[in-house]
Nanobody, 115 residues
């Protein structure tokens, strides 16, 4: 089993920045993809960014140039640096990890962009 815990969400004004963090624990050997999804009530969960073990990073078109995904293998963390935030970025952000074809999820952290 893999446990994922997110932190760093909150309320920010449009144009501001936030950095999300996700730490993995448990049986982490074999994880080959990590990243972030987000979800707005009434809509499907949307992939925001992902990173593979060979550092292939993909971003949703809506966040390219504004969000940066990175990881720190030493402490099993991935980060999502979000800049130039817009009201439409408001959502619950979920960390995920894929291990041998199974997807594990964090509990989610709320990001609200509002003046």
């Amino acid at each position: 089993q893999v446990q994922l815990v997110e932190s760093g969400g909150g309320l920010v004004q449009p144009g501001g920045s936030l950095k999300l963090s996700c730490v993995a624990s448990g049986t982490i050997f074999g994880i080959n993809v990590r990243g972030w999804y987000r979800q707005v009530p009434g809509k499907q969960r949307e992939l925001v960014a992902s990173i593979t073990n060979d550092d292939n990073i993909n971003y949703a078109t809506s966040v390219k140039g504004r969000f940066t995904l990175s990881r720190a293998n030493a402490d099993n963390r991935v980060y999502l640096q979000m800049s130039t935030l817009k009201p439409e970025d408001t959502a619950v952000y979920y960390c995920f990890a894929v291990r041998y074809g199974l997807t594990y999820w964090g509990q989610g952290t709320q990001v609200t962009v509002s003046s």
